[in-house]
């Protein structure tokens, strides 16, 4: 009986270890009901009616594809809001590598389709932005979620 525990808190330790290592770090990912373009297009909608500014949609399908490789369907979202944004580049240059923010919407091989973004915690750690940013992190957060809502379902 106690090597039967014994199997079963090792396997059941594998599946928490590939279900964490599927999951990049400081990325918030959210199921969404719709498709990849569906999907997209509320996002952008929805930030555009904020009046954040789209810089770009990348479809990373269609390049695959233009060089004859298969992707699943995904869409990158390239977006922001210089106010905001500059503010955290202020405090770390080196933030600006991950701003303008972005969101990716993708299609697993199983067909569900996600939403996944830069958790800003996880930047504001990653950039040692401190005390220089921690309401304005703390609000991005807020509103990321809240277009990740919207656009999803």
């Not at 600006?96 to 750690?125: C, M, R």
Request: hydrophobic fraction near 45%; proline fraction near 3%.
């Amino acid at each position: 009986m106690k090597q039967l525990q014994i199997i079963l808190l090792v396997l059941l330790g594998l599946h928490s270890w590939v279900a964490s290592a599927s999951e990049a770090e400081g990325v918030v990912t959210v199921l969404s009901t719709h498709s990849v373009e569906q999907t997209a297009h509320k996002l952008v909608k929805a930030l555009q009616l904020k009046g954040l500014t789209v810089f770009a949609t990348i479809d990373h399908a269609k390049g695959a594809s233009s060089v004859g490789l298969t992707l699943n369907p995904s869409t990158l979202v390239i977006f922001g809001n210089p106010k905001i944004g500059s503010l955290l580049i202020q405090c770390n240059a080196l933030a600006a590598l991950d701003l303008p923010q972005k969101a990716l919407i993708w299609e697993d091989n199983h067909g569900q389709v996600w939403l996944s973004y830069n958790n800003p915690v996880y930047l504001a750690k990653r950039y040692h932005l401190g005390h220089c940013a921690s309401q304005t992190v703390s609000k991005i957060g807020k509103v990321l979620n809240k277009f990740a809502t919207v656009a999803t379902h």
